[in-house]
């Protein structure tokens, strides 16, 4: 994998919406926050309080700001101001060669799994964190410092209480993965993931226990969980359910998922839609340690 340049002091980044609008009054706070605290410039894209229905401007707004800022050699960070919805619509609208020539890390989860996963199958790894919609929330300052600590190049090291369904081991491999329905969206398309001898981390919010289930299922019958080297699962937040209960919690359905598997299992982990959202190098090797007591994921900076 292609690692892009870390951030110095400095550098400039760049903020558009890949999916969802945000009103530009809302993120002033992140970028005072940028450039007082990391001490980067911000430039703040066309998109960025732009409003097409629930999108942060139509899809050609989107996808030319998000051309401008791939192209720009000055930007070395771009980070999607938030999630939602509308982020695999304009991939295709989208040439990434002179991304490709000149690596630049993209930050951001959720819908912005899609752009995670189109770039893993360039080879170029990018990072699953907080957005600056979020940069502020409450209770989210470690996951803040997360981010910035792999942006500017410092050591991963993660280490979190054994939860009770654990399954125990030890495996180093590439870390990829996201938000589930989006992984799902995306299987029989050119952004499809790549799973096979990889850790997989999976997080969602807001779905149905039997539509979790379901797309479970779809995942294992497309061969995605068969040949992982790990599996990491984080927060499945506000989970619903219907009048007549499926039976199971979020965790139970996708410890039956792998139930047959034996690479090692972590459940409970700080990723997904929650303050605690730890930052997630996607597409680079991690030492994934799964013990009694603890879980260790650590990855060695170079």
Known sequence: MTRPPYLLEGDTVAIVGLACKVAREDIIPAVDFLQTNWKVNVLLGDSVGASYHQFAGTDIIRASDFQVMLDNPKIKAIFSVRGGYGSSRILEKVNFDKFRENPKWLVGFSDITAVHCHIQAMGIESIHGVMPKLFLQENGQESLESL?????????????????????????ATIVGGNLAIINHLLATPSELDT???????????????????????????????????????????????????????????????????????????VGHEPQNWAIPCGRN?????????????????
């Open 148 to 172: 910035r600590k792999i942006l500017f190049g410092e050591a991963l090291a993660y280490r979190i209480p054994a939860h009770s369904l654990n399954r125990e081991g030890h495996t180093e």
């Open 286 to 302: 991690v030492s994934l340690h799964i013990s009694s007591t603890e879980v260790v994921l650590s990855s060695v900076v170079f």
């Open 196 to 270: 096979t001898g990889k850790i997989l981390f999976l997080e969602d919010v807001g779905e149905y226990l039997y539509s979790l289930d379901r797309m479970m299922i779809q995942l294992k019958r497309a061969g995605k969980l068969s040949q992982l080297a790990g599996l990491v699962i984080g927060s499945f937040s506000d989970m619903k359910d219907n009048d007549v209960p499926f039976g199971k919690t979020a965790y139970e359905i996708i410890q039956e998922a792998v139930a047959e598997y034996d690479y090692p299992v972590c459940y409970g982990f700080p």
